[in-house]
């Protein structure tokens, strides 16, 4: 005897589930500024989402306050946008109570790092299963120009017309620390690159975060130009791959060696080294993921992007519901007449 | 000697001792066989905030009082009848509230030398006359219980820890109340523990004979059973009820429920009986801390379960940011509020009603919500299904106030069966052609609910304002003051939803008492005993506090004097005159202690002495 | 063609155009050269939520309004007298608040059918006669422009950026006001970018030239300066006299200040002034969120700094519990809150005042606080002094209230001098022997201030109930209704101690409005208008909401019929009638939008008719 | 020209700085339970105050909300009992503002890693210079005890009954993965090493992070006994001491190896392996402390005890008094009428 809500959303899907990207655009302007780094996040998943094969109303985007707090409004699917900080915890409800939907968290840095700082990292031991996006432009943009938890050190904005005196936070660093379980990087500038990895995201059973730097062009132009920007990419950035060595370089030149735990470029063409001495990327080994994490702010090496690590661990949701299951298989569905009597009743004649 | 049996109409039983005397076990144990053997039986549990505050001290003095009687028994009593003194410190403490005449069995161990300096004595209350206005009776429980239990190798550990059960034997005698619920529950609890079980059905019956057969004892007291109507019964805690009428709200509305909450006193309970109904297929999140808890609440109400989340104080004031979302959102969810004594971190394990004001207009912007009150421990049950009712009905956040009076406290319980509770099936949308998200039920003005996995009515709701119908964001000046207005309006229209008060007592009273929460009982038990009096005095408990109940207007306007008794210092009356444009008179008790019928009465009959001198 | 030079007594002059058209640089600049120049001013940036709305859209306009006068200017003007329209959407949201025969300078490009198509306009309304009857100048301004710049060899997009200063221009010569401070201002700004500066200067000059030659612009208007008392003064929003307010209390403090906040809009400025005076000695901290805003204020105040915390609607809610531990443990702590539209995430750009009943109510527990809010941008300046004051002397945190509009809109200030404002040294304890931490000042009932560092006074305080004067941790029922009582106590004698209100206009009138907060300007100019007619009406306005100034009492009483205009729902009316037992009449616009002049008068109007009628 | 409060601490201190541990203790019964844990971080604490040498009214203990909440009052010099998770909130406002005092903050496992998570993962990246403890008994005691995040996966709790489903934190990864300069653990069986651990918490210029074991016997009681119980302890755990090799169990019998990144346990006795192939450890070496940190709850291997990492970085709050020194050095103390005035001002006359 289905209850009502199972009775509402199990009706079967009619029509076809091979959607086209476009079938994911609502009839909305997008409201983000000409140029704004959002665009390269939002073009990906709506080319991705097809893939996925999910009906598009068994989708859910949740979102918290900031210029990607946004980023509901533009997928045609279930959409909510919280309040500042809190989407990851609206998400952890609505998928452990509703464990057959694909529910997405779209954050930035403030949103996620600064004020939901402690949702996300609950999310992350909980291991909820959610797909998080967060649009890391190291600056609050929609309060117009502050700096953010993922602003470098010095940096001047309106509310650091000094320079910024924090650490900034190293995401992938703090997110392994948390005990997650799906940890990856991307950028604006390689949209393809940032498809694959919702994919994998989406394909991981738990908690699954994708930072992403997004370019703000009006409050934090350039912030990741020097590694980011065309003629240096490739020199400055390293792509992780599963099982492949780190090369690097226009050329394929470059390599990086771990010199005890320490990441180091080595050349492959002065014949000092060879692709044989290089680290080989492992997704499973959560140490190396942690080493691969802290070369995020040295200047010494290249920047990692890709997949730092991918780990299998029962997601919460899924606990819950097997705790369900297994308890009403072993002591049978509860009777409700039986939990109010309880063990003390009496009867008045 | 033979004993006389002598019929009582009430009385109060108060077991006072160490935090780790067991006192909370034997006051529930007693008011369970009490309640069950046919008297109405009401409870209060007092107890220190510290875990396991340091032996003998005055502050760790741990006690819990129950009234029984024969008729409806409202309060926990304001004096004390019987007091069970396990040592100095509770002695001390609690013997001001016992009654002159009133009975002491107190347990000479625990008024040695260290007991009494602990309890700031300078000579041994037991031995010094000072307690000759009460019927004192010392026994030395501790060597009794080791005669007894002599030779049965029961380890002097557990021996010592039955004690209480001598003391419970003892009443039970003196009540005439059956010992067979206690012998029953231990047998289940103890199962394991033979050398336990043993010990105490021994000292239980030990207690028993000893009152029997000792002098000291002079009557055997009894009540009439007490007028229940027919039925199933149990004793029930606030927090307990809460949890079973979550559950079974969320069976009448044929959805799940979902809560999400953190821990804190006075309202852990519910989370934690909510924990172990796994089995009738209930989630829920133990959050990292109560934005979360209230999130993922509105979170799983978002995807069409029945939500709620639960908090005290400190808590629900980090709620508010959230509430407001639900507000706006116009989600259905159940935020139960157990109140204890504040500002900040307070008295954390005192009632107090001083959450009202929060509950009623703590959140920025206008953002109008129904707001409810239980009366009583079993009352809980029936509104928590009433704030679930409305949320689902209304699609709005309801905020139900309980207090730790009424939390903790217990009182018997008519278990309803289900065909008596009201549907509150939800109305999800089935029409994705004729779907708008804030499209409104012209009656109620909900507005539509369809939940993901709807196919064909995808939407997108959330914090900013929104336009009319379509919930699109909209910034626009016209439509944010109607959108305003319709929140509040979809409010107010809850006043013909729910039912009209009934004034009891004296219609022709000048004196009306207007009460609400967790007062009920002492401002009832107030009441009936002055008009018994004959003095004329009305009497409305406030259930729904926003929005009013439709005849209040009326009921105000009739009365020319009006007292309103709350454990604050004056939420309700302040609303109630901003609302009436009548001034009130305020009783505000603000002592993390719940009313005594006498507090009521006195500033009953201080109004009336004074509106005769007037007159 | 010989122009004539027409005297005004007011004017309201609206800059609109596209978020990227620099609508609030020319209208800041307007303003600060007209305010310098004599006249008084009063500003209102008006521009949406987006960072950059799609270029030519509707909801993509970006305005600023400014009246200025020879008289006392109080708001920025219902209706306006010159509309600079940088584009047909511009024209189009703004066009519904031009006076009939007001001028409208058009820039003819932003009419082109993209952009037309983006205002949902048919056929160009430059072209097709619906606006004949304003007073219509269409000028081409971006070929004006590029012959003006031609060959410069300046880049094109700064030639396309310099727009606003052609229109900046055209206005200093319709209103007679000088070019200097500008060319001063661009003189500062652009040093280093000798392109943009010459671009500006020389467009501007254009500007002023055209309309000087071009018959189109047939008067010049000009004021009799404003009688300004005699002094140094400066134009200022009241964000940024918060940001000086706090700076300028610390020093007459005599001890640091620290801020500790989180940024939301419309309250960031604050703290971005703040994060620029490391020179003045000043400490803030960005924290990750509201709740460690206030919590580190919190720290810091009981290290001895005057600590503050700023914050829009949401973040209130969040701060909500911290400020019941500043209640608690009687610390001074000034909270600003400068409202916006809700509830929830609202209308975050903008004003409402509907953080009122947060503001007195919205706590757990008994937490009485002093709230107090701004009248206008000067005011904000003297309300932080006086939220300063009162925290010191109290030992309480007290939340000043104000909003977007006020915050954001500027006016001219008369810069005081540090003489000029009052003392507000705390008393720090320096006894040792007669220090505990809740001893408290008999007159004030203020509690000892000893600081970590001064040696002999250490004590510990915190959230949970404390006895009298000792500060330990207490749950004595007695102690616990004292120290409530106390609390509330302490708040209630600041009556005392704030000036008694005047009441303005007609003391015989029958009919009282109450105004509090922002919308002063506007209720000001609707009596003051309706005084020259003849109406008789009273004003008092309110900026001291917790507790009221002594004497409101016997005004409130004195006046028939009472009118409270609020933007919300009836917050204040309604705390004004549950204090004062007396029904009010409410006018509630919750728009987004500050009340204009004719709004109150309409009401004013509406009222008094119906009186008659009655009579 | 002093301000009211620069005068009002800097008063010489009158009388000894000699202190005796009973110079800290306040005239108040100690309200914990007979045998909770907490005595055994009070006692330490106590005894390493007078070798701090400083004044005991430039010292104050903030706490939040627990059992370990009540520290303040057992310690006598100025103390904050603040609101449940907002401890390092606090402290972080008090020490900015007052740079001159030495500032300590008792929180409890819930306190800072349930609803206090964020303030402590901005605190460990900010290092504000504090010195944090933090009471790990794995429960929520105060509140009678629920499961807390660091309760294990499976832990029958008053609010777990069917066991708690969530994965726990390991607050040193947390507090690494956050930035946190030096992290150590200690737990309350050994008192000498406590105090040496606060001691050196003491010494460090920014966040210093102390997790204690202590068993709350009333509601987790024996949590910890499976590697501190007297029997097992020096076989199940691990002492990190700097530039030392990682050797263990009763008879010194024992090392810890790296096998690539995977610490495994070697016999010094079998001839298998000498000291010379155990890992030694760096304080200074945070890929190290990662490893070290993640052997937390690995069965295989000891619990290390003692100081994980410990780095030199400026302190936010020297930081923020640099930048105010800086200020004034290079512009000049700002002119209050000047501000006032602003750059557009006028006269009228
Ligand atoms: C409770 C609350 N506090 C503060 C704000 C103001 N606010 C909105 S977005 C934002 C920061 C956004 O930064 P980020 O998450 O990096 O988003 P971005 O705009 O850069 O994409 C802030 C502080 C708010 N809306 N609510
Ligand atoms: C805002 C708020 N939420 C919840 C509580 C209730 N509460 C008090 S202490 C506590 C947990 C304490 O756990 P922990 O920090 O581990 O301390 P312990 O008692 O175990 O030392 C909780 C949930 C509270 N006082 N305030
Ligand atoms: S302000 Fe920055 S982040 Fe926001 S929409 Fe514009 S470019 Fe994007
Ligand atoms: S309950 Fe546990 S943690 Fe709290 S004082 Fe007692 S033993 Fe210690
Ligand atoms: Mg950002
Ligand atoms: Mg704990």
């Known amino acids: 005897m289905k209850n009502l809500l199972d009775e509402a959303i199990s009706r079967p899907h009619i029509g076809t589930l091979e959607y086209q990207p476009k079938d994911f655009k609502p009839d909305v302007d997008v409201r983000w500024c000409a140029g704004c780094g959002g665009f390269s996040i939002l073009s990906p998943v709506q080319r991705m989402m097809p893939d996925l094969g999910i009906p598009k109303e068994k989708i859910a985007f949740i979102s918290g306050i900031g210029c990607s707090g946004r980023f509901p409004y533009y997928m045609d699917v279930y959409g909510f946008h919280g309040i500042h900080g809190r989407a990851i915890a609206i998400a952890s409800g609505l998928k452990i109570s509703r464990p057959d939907l694909s529910v997405w968290v779209a954050t930035g840095d403030g949103d996620n790092m600064s004020i939901g700082g402690n949702h996300f990292i609950h999310g992350c031991r909980r291991n909820v299963d959610l797909n998080v996006i967060m649009f890391n432009n190291e600056v609050y943009s929609l309060t117009k120009g502050q700096y953010s938890p993922t602003s470098h050190k010095g940096q001047i904005t309106k509310s650091s017309p000094l320079g910024a005196l924090d650490e900034p936070f190293n995401p992938a660093a703090l997110a392994l620390g948390s005990g997650a379980t799906f940890v990856a990087r991307g950028f604006d500038k390689d949209r393809a690159h940032l498809q694959h990895l919702f994919k994998r995201a989406a394909e991981h059973k738990g908690f699954a975060f994708v930072e992403v730097y997004v370019n703000c062009n009006i409050f934090n132009d350039g912030a990741f130009d020097s590694f980011a920007k065309k003629d240096v990419r490739e020199d400055k950035t390293v792509m992780l791959e599963h099982g492949k060595p780190l090369i690097f370089g226009k050329e394929k030149d470059k390599g990086v060696k771990l010199d005890g735990f320490k990441p180091t470029v080595v050349s492959l063409t002065d014949g000092s080294h060879s692709v044989a001495d290089l680290l080989v990327h492992d997704e499973k080994d959560s140490t190396l993921a942690f080493i691969l994490g802290n070369m995020t702010y040295n200047p010494e090496v290249p920047r990692p992007l890709g997949i730092f690590q991918s780990l299998e661990r029962p997601s919460y949701d899924d606990s819950v519901q097997f705790q369900i299951d297994h308890e009403i298989e072993t002591k049978g569905a509860g009777s409700i007449s039986e939990l109010l009597k309880g063990k003390e009743s009496w009867e008045v004649k | ?615």
Chains 1, 4 share one sequence.
């Open chain 2, 1 to 615: 000697m033979e004993k006389e049996i002598v019929y009582l109409d009430e009385i109060t039983v108060r077991f006072a001792g160490d935090s780790g005397d067991g006192m909370q076990l034997a006051g529930k144990q007693f008011s369970n066989a009490s309640a069950s053997s046919g008297v109405d039986v009401n409870t209060f549990p007092d107890f220190p905030s510290e875990i396991r505050a340091p032996e003998g001290t005055l502050y760790g003095v741990s006690a819990f009082q129950i009234k029984l009687g024969s008729n409806s028994v409202n309060t926990h009593g304001d004096m004390i009848d019987v007091l069970v003194a396990m040592n100095a410190s509770s002695l001390k403490v609690n013997i001001g509230n016992l009654k002159a005449g009133g009975m002491i069995i107190a347990s000479t161990k625990g008024f040695d030398a260290r007991n009494l300096k602990l309890a700031k004595y300078d000579s041994n209350p037991l031995e010094d006359g000072s307690l000759s206005k009460f019927n004192l009776i010392p026994l030395d429980i501790e060597s009794i219980v080791k005669e007894e239990l002599k030779g049965s190798g029961i380890h002097p550990k557990i021996v010592r820890k039955s004690k209480n059960f001598f003391a419970l034997g003892l009443t039970y005698w003196l009540f005439n109340r059956p010992m067979e619920p206690t012998v029953k529950w231990l047998n289940t609890k103890f199962k394991s523990k033979a050398d336990v079980l043993e010990a105490n059905i021994r000292v239980l019956t030990a207690g028993w004979n000893y009152a029997l057969k000792n002098d000291a004892f002079k009557n055997q007291y009894n009540f009439q059973p007490a007028s229940f109507e027919k039925g199933t019964y149990r004793n029930i805690s606030g927090n307990h009820a809460v949890a079973l009428g979550l559950v079974v709200a969320s069976k009448k509305a044929n959805i799940p429920l979902f809560l999400g909450t953190y821990p804190i006193t006075p309202a852990t309970d519910i989370l934690q009986y909510i924990s172990g109904y796994k089995k009738y297929g209930i989630r829920h999140l133990q959050a990292e801390d109560e934005i979360a808890g209230i999130t993922s609440a509105i979170g799983a109400s978002y995807g069409g379960s029945l939500a709620a989340t639960t908090t005290s104080g400190p808590g629900l004031s980090l709620k508010i940011e959230a509430l407001g979302l639900a507000v706006i959102t116009e989600l259905p969810l159940v935020i139960i509020n157990v109140q204890r004594g504040g500002p900040s971190t307070g008295l954390p394990t005192k009632p107090e009603q001083s959450d009202l004001y929060q509950a009623m207009y703590g959140r920025h912007g206008e953002a109008p919500l129904p707001v409810i009150a239980a009366a009583s421990a079993a009352d809980c049950f029936d509104m928590t299904i009433e704030a679930s009712r409305l949320a689902l009905k209304y699609m709005t956040p309801v905020i139900l106030l309980t207090d730790g009076y009424i939390a903790q406290g217990t009182e018997p319980w008519k278990i309803p069966t289900m065909d008596e509770l009201p549907d509150l099936a939800p109305k999800f949308c089935d029409d994705p052609k004729n779907f708008a998200p804030y499209k409104r039920d012209p009656k109620t003005l909900a507005r539509m609910w369809a939940v993901p996995g709807m196919q064909g009515m995808e939407h997108r709701i959330g914090g900013l304002e929104k336009q009319d119908i379509t919930g699109v964001v909209n910034q626009d000046p016209d439509n944010h003051q109607k959108m305003v207005e319709l929140r509040q309006e979809k409010i107010d229209r809850i006043t013909n939803d729910i039912p009209k008060l009934e004034v009891m007592g004296n219609p022709e009273a000048e004196l009306l008492v207007i009460g609400w929460g967790s007062s009920y009982g002492a401002i009832k038990s107030a009441v009936d005993e002055k008009l018994k009096e004959g003095t004329k005095v009305a009497f409305v408990h406030l259930k729904h506090m926003n929005p009013f109940p439709s005849n209040l207007g009326e009921i105000v306007e009739k009365y020319d004097t009006i007292l309103v008794p709350e454990m604050n210092m004056g939420q309700l009356k302040n609303i109630l005159q901003a609302r009436f444009i009548k001034p009130m008179i305020g009783l505000n008790k603000v002592q993390g202690q719940p009313f005594k019928t006498s507090d009521i009465k006195f500033k009953i009959d201080e109004i009336l002495s004074q509106k005769e001198v007037v007159q």
